[in-house]
């Protein structure tokens, strides 16, 4: 194997040549990170900038760039200002002595106003422009005074104009410093801040006015060379923009680089409109623009030059790595790469966001795990708490006895087991009952009578404590269970939030495609989700004027490209004509609900104890709920609504029903002192497959008609609210199409006057004639009422809900031009 060698300050090691590639790449990391620490953080780069600014010039005559730079740089990096300071009058010295005086005046004189008047001043950079224009002003003028004598009205004129040009060039240089002399995390150049730039860079160009090389001028190079750039990475837009103002900008320092401003902008026209074709078209557009443009306005100057400048620039564009590029690329909205670095860092943002999420799971489920300490008290718990009852006996009975030592010390076995026996019969109430055990008992102790006496009156002390901590233990299971419900809950939506967001580029093409193919005129197409039965996809179309497009022709071709029913979902029509509606498709379930409701207050009032709630849930879930609170009026009505609330708050988390049902039991139970309760009665219906579960507390039975069977639904759980800790018996059905759900309070159910309640309600709904859960709703309740004599005894509530296949509307649509399963 070939190696190379390469020395590492006094050690020299062999590398693999295979390897070069990366030891390359990690010396041009770590040379990349020294010359940004060099330039960036220790401000060398404002050495070079403060030098070509220092002899940038506007009309051979005026010196607008300098104490603005300076300015800018003291009030933004003041620790960097010596360094812009020198570079200034180092750049100014090579112009003449005049200049370089001039700004060596107008600096030292704002550091003397600043050290003055800053008491004064208050915020500097508020007013930072109008003492740049003050004092480039008074400074020009003093100047003139000493080298010519009184001005001119012509060199008042010429400095009141070099004044407002500083004042000008400070607002402009306050916003561009910063992008070049500090690193900003993530951000993003504003329109005004990348003018502001290129003017910053364009203003250095100045600087090189008169360097040529062969006849060659550099700043046309390097002009053509920033165009070439920013047309490459921004696009036509920012790469025109650019030519202007750098054409601009040079032609105002040197009168024959007025054609320079056409041509610049052209080349950035053309650059960024063949960018397309990388970095060979951008500069086919710079070429093509120097023989169209630059041969006309070359007046004097011969064409070769200028085609040969352009090359250069070409060339050098050529060489410059991708990696610079990318990196300019990725502060400019709009271009490729700004997007892939907003989408990391909001991928950032999504991991950091989905790790705290899950942090809180686990602390969640950490205190469910603290708090469920039910599992460490088994056997051994109950002999510590046998002991101590035994102890309290012993303690009253035993010490004052003669017999003591024979029997605790001598006999404890066949005594404690004797004590222990009793202790269990006396806390099961069957202690006087057992006269074999007390006559035994009083033979072998000689304070028997005594002993039970204390035992049976130390046991109720014993049974409250024993129901004390049997509801501390239960209380924590319950909080342990909700605490273990929400760490679930946010465990879930940490892994939701993780999930990575698909591209659908190419099946948005080819859907779009196909039905343009149908005749079907397409906004755009977004497509957010392809999964298989949650389908989510967003399109804007041409007004319709309410003929029903998106049901009748866009859904039925997707529910054939997808082979699966696609719905519209919801539907913004356009506020005029001409415009576009943005619709949503999605996937639809395989069974629908329709529900019907049927309810009467106790002896006709107007505010029933009964409440009712018919709950959408997202999670592809259809809950249909009912509450009677214990009495009538509006103190059970509040009692039963307050319920149903809690459950729906609840159950929209995600957390699992029986947990809800636990929670809303504790609260109740711990909100109030009074003897109100609440019955419940909860379905929740799959609407992918039919299941369905049933929570009945202390509610009546449920029915389900299905063709001539009725089946009946019931579960022995007492009231919500009544004990603070109760197990919930699930009962599980499997529906199917055409089935009818009939839920009702007891009101209805023993509202009627007979003897068999259960068998009356089966036979009525049996007899039923129609399947309309509207209908059969309003049939039972009459029928109710009829059996009661007319009278309504009770809040009464029924709702009944029938469950059908959901068949679409329109028939599937057959897309052609188009293979089918976009995926």
């Not at 750098?246 to 007025?258: V, Y």
Request: aromatic residues 10%; neutral net charge.
């Amino acid at each position: 194997m070939q190696r190379i060698e390469r020395r590492v300050g006094t050690q020299i090691s062999e590398v693999p040549l295979n390897e070069t590639p990366a030891v390359f790449s990690r010396w041009t990391r770590h040379l990349k990170v020294r010359l940004g620490h060099l330039f960036i953080q220790k401000g060398f780069i404002l050495l070079i900038i403060g030098f070509l600014l220092g002899r940038a010039l506007i009309l051979a005559k005026l010196i607008p760039f300098a104490l603005p730079f300076f300015v800018s740089v003291y009030t933004l990096r003041r620790e960097k200002a010596g360094l812009a300071f020198i570079a200034l009058v180092a750049g100014a010295l090579t112009i003449s002595f005049e200049s370089s005086f001039f700004v060596f005046v107008a600096m030292f004189s704002f550091l003397l106003l600043h050290q003055v008047g800053r008491k004064f001043w208050g915020d500097l950079l508020k007013i930072a422009p109008f003492v740049v224009f003050c004092l480039s002003f008074s400074t020009k003028l003093a100047v003139v005074y000493l080298w010519n004598g009184p001005p001119t009205t012509y060199e008042s004129v010429m400095a009141l104009i070099e004044a407002g040009l500083s004042f000008v060039l400070t607002l402009i240089f306050l916003q561009s410093i910063p992008l070049l002399a500090a690193q900003k995390y993530k951000h993003t150049l504003r329109a005004e801040e990348i003018v502001s730039l290129v003017i910053l860079l364009a203003s250095m160009l100045t600087g090189t006015i008169g360097w040529e090389v062969s006849q060659l001028s550099l700043e046309h190079i390097l002009s053509r060379y920033l165009v070439l750039l920013f047309a490459f990475v921004a696009g036509t837009t920012i790469g025109s923009t650019v030519g202007v103002v750098t054409g601009l900008i040079l032609s105002l320092a040197n009168i024959d680089n007025l054609y320079q401003m056409s041509l610049l902008a052209f080349a950035g026209l053309l650059g960024g409109l063949l960018k397309e074709g990388k970095k060979i078209g951008a500069s086919l557009g710079l070429l093509v623009a120097t023989l169209l443009i630059g041969l006309y306005g070359s007046g004097k100057t011969e064409a070769l030059p200028t085609i040969v400048e352009s090359c250069l620039a070409s060339i050098l564009f050529l060489l410059t790595p991708r990696t610079w590029t990318e990196t300019v690329a990725k502060y400019i909205p709009g271009t490729i790469e700004y997007a892939n670095e907003q989408q990391q860092y909001m991928r950032k943002i999504r991991d950091v966001t989905a790790q705290r999420v899950s942090q809180f799971s686990l602390v969640f489920q950490a205190l469910a795990n603290s708090f469920s300490t039910e599992r460490f008290l088994g056997e051994e718990q109950e002999e510590r708490e046998i002991d101590y009852f035994l102890g309290d006996v012993t303690e009253k009975t035993c010490q004052t006895c003669f017999k003591k030592e024979q029997c605790w010390a001598q006999q404890f076995d066949k005594t404690y087991e004797y004590m222990k026996q009793m202790m269990l019969e006396a806390d099961a109430g069957t202690l006087l009952q057992n006269h074999s055990l007390l006559r035994e008992w009083n033979r072998y102790c000689a304070k028997g009578k005594k002993v039970i006496a204390t035992m049976e009156k130390e046991v109720a002390n014993y049974q409250a404590n024993k129901k004390l901590r049997r509801q501390i233990r239960e209380s924590r299971k319950l909080v342990a269970e909700q605490l273990l419900g929400v760490s679930q809950v946010m465990e879930d939506f940490a892994q939701e939030i993780q999930r990575e967001q698909e591209n659908h580029y190419l099946q948005e093409e080819q859907i779009f495609h196909a039905l343009q193919e149908f005749g079907i005129e397409i906004g755009h197409v977004d497509i957010y989700s392809l999964e298989k039965g949650n389908v989510d996809i967003e399109m804007s179309i041409p007004y319709c004027e309410g003929r029903g497009e998106c049901e009748k022709l866009i859904a039925p071709m997707l529910s054939d490209i997808l082979d699966e029913t696609i719905v519209v979902k919801r539907e913004e029509c356009s506020a005029y004509p001409n415009g576009y509606c943005r619709v949503a498709f999605g996937s639809t379930k395989a069974f629908v609900v329709e529900t019907g409701v049927a309810f009467a207050a106790k002896g006709g009032g107007f505010v029933s104890g009964d409440s009712y709630s018919l709950i959408e849930l997202g999670t592809g879930k259809y809950a249909i709920a009912i509450s009677d609170g214990m009495g009538n009026g509006e103190r059970a009505y509040y009692e039963s609504n307050e319920t149903l609330k809690l459950l729906q708050k609840i159950l929209q988390t995600g957390i699992d029903e029986t947990i809800a049902i636990k929670s809303i039991n504790s609260i109740l139970s711990l909100r109030t002192t009074d003897e109100v309760f609440s019955t419940l009665d909860l379905a929740m219906i799959d609407l992918q497959n039919g299941s369905t579960k049933f929570l009945k507390i202390g509610s009546s039975p449920s029915f389900i008609k299905r063709g001539n069977h009725v089946i009946k639904v019931e579960s022995s759980n007492l009231p919500i609210g009544i004990i603070k800790e109760a197990e919930f018996e699930i009962v599980n059905e499997q529906l199917k199409s055409g089935d009818l759900l009939i839920m009702m309070s007891d009101g209805i159910f023993e509202g009627p006057l007979v003897e068999n309640h259960e068998a009356w309600m089966k036979r009525k709904i049996k007899e039923l004639k129609t399947t309309d859960p509207q209908a059969v709703a309003d049939v039972i309740m009459e029928e109710v009422i009829r059996a009661s004599s007319g009278r309504i005894e009770d809040d009464m509530t029924i709702v009944v809900a029938k469950i059908k296949h959901n068949t679409p509307k329109w028939a599937t649509i057959p897309a052609y031009m188009y293979t089918k399963k976009a995926q």
